[in-house]
């Protein structure tokens, strides 16, 4: 047998308890204590919070222009207006994809993120260079950052001859971990608005190479609703559940009592998760509510200053942040239920082990200075150390993985 790695991380303060402790990495899962005969290295924490790694269950780093020279965006106000806004981005990035999405991601990890669902965009117009490059980056990222692949038609595959093809394509890669999809009522409906044709592409792929789905859904009211309950039905049917996944769910903030508790009872049981990226006040999910009956819930990043929008910055303890800023949290536990939605919410809707911090638990962690979680939330100190299985990845925001 070979010799564990163990690193023993003391005087810290996990989730900002009181009292200090030692967590005691072995073989990068903590443990109770430092196996015999071995020798550790020790990192002094200077009675430095430790907080679990984040998730960020939605972002796209195939359309960041981070670290790119300022992009001046035009007005848009529609999907296809965005989504010619990307097209024409594309054309204006100076840097190759793969290296302006390790860069994102990189950053990512400097700032405490242990794992992301990467969406990304599968349309004629990119060709599979989105998967291809995205697959780079992650082979790149190995061991400092988990990354999960979503092929995503934003263009839509009704609307857009030519993207079914590379959709199927993407999913017989081997590269993507899920199958995306977008608005099946709305933009990507037919002429009537029916959608089901959208759901048998993805359903069906999804089948067929054992993948995920992971479906955009920005449309409101029925056409929001509609297909949220087709899509519960058909998970239930295909024995899907927990491995389906519905993005923004824009209808579903719009239902308050008992719409909304029946419509979460229903995603419960058909094991359909969603993930927010809390753009505002009416578009965030009622999390507390879907947690509390069950429904997985992750937070996500969406865009990162790409030709959407100039905001984000993959950051997910300041996206826990903006999640209390849009839902005005202000108690410890309204916080603390920010905190938790980026780091157990999106652990479980991409199936990774929780981190407790407790004996058992992946040693993924960052080391912060500062008096309690909810401050940390609220102020955002700088991620002066950040753990994964074990192993330093950053460092005073340097990445080191
Ligand atoms: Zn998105």
Same mark, same amino acid.
């Given at each position: 047998?070979? *010799?564990?790695? $163990?690193?023993?991380?003391? &005087? #810290?303060? /996990?989730?900002?308890? =009181?009292?200090? +402790?030692?967590?005691? !990495? ?86 405490? *993120?242990?794992? $992301?669902?990467?969406?990304? &965009? #599968?349309? /004629?117009?990119?060709? =599979?260079?989105? +998967?291809?490059?995205? !697959? ?266």
């Amino acid at each position: 047998m070979s *010799t564990p790695t $163990v690193t023993v991380f003391r &005087d #810290v303060r /996990p989730f900002g308890a =009181p009292g200090a +402790v030692d967590l005691i !990495a072995v073989d990068g899962v903590l443990a109770e204590r430092v196996p015999e005969g071995v020798v550790p290295r020790v990192v002094e924490g200077a009675g430095r919070i430790a907080l679990p790694t984040l998730v960020d269950a939605h972002i796209h780093p195939d359309k960041t222009a981070w670290g790119e020279p300022w992009y001046s965006r035009r007005p848009a106000g529609s999907l296809p207006e965005y989504v010619r806004g990307d097209v024409d981005l594309a054309r204006h990035q100076r840097t190759p994809l793969a290296e302006r999405a390790h860069r994102l991601l990189a950053h990512a990890v400097t700032r405490g *993120t242990r794992a $992301v669902r990467a969406h990304v &965009d #599968v349309a /004629p117009a990119f060709g =599979p260079a989105g +998967v291809t490059g995205l !697959a780079e980056a992650r082979e790149r990222l190995a061991g400092a950052l988990d990354v999960q692949l979503v092929a995503f038609p934003q263009h839509g595959v009704r609307r857009t001859p030519g993207a079914a093809a590379l959709l199927a394509e993407a999913a017989a890669s081997g590269l993507v971990d899920a199958i995306g999809g977008i608005d099946p009522a709305g933009f990507d409906g037919g002429p009537d608005g029916e959608g089901p044709a959208q759901l048998d592409l993805l359903f069906g792929l999804a089948e067929e190479h054992g993948l995920e789905l992971d479906i955009h859904l920005h449309d409101r009211g029925g056409r929001g609703l509609g297909p949220l309950h087709e899509i519960a039905e058909r998970t239930r049917a295909a024995g899907l559940a927990g491995r389906v996944v519905v993005s923004h769910a824009f209808c579903v903030p719009e239902l308050t009592g008992p719409p909304l508790a029946e419509l979460a009872a229903l995603l419960a049981e058909s094991g359909v998760g969603l993930t927010t990226v809390a753009p505002s006040a009416h578009q965030v999910l009622p999390f507390r509510t879907l947690r509390s009956h069950g429904v997985r819930v992750g937070l996500g990043s969406d865009g990162v200053r790409d030709s959407w929008s100039p905001y984000g910055n993959a950051d997910m303890l300041h996206r826990a942040h903006l999640l209390g800023w849009t839902t005005d949290a202000r108690t410890d536990e309204q916080l603390a239920d920010c905190f938790a939605l980026a780091a157990d919410g999106g652990a479980e809707l991409l199936g990774l082990p929780a981190v407790t911090l407790a004996p058992g638990s992946p040693a993924d962690f960052m080391l912060l200075t500062g008096e309690c979680l909810p401050q940390l939330v609220v102020d955002l100190p700088p991620r002066e150390l950040v753990v994964r299985a074990g192993r330093e990845v950053a460092r005073d925001g340097r990445f080191t993985g």
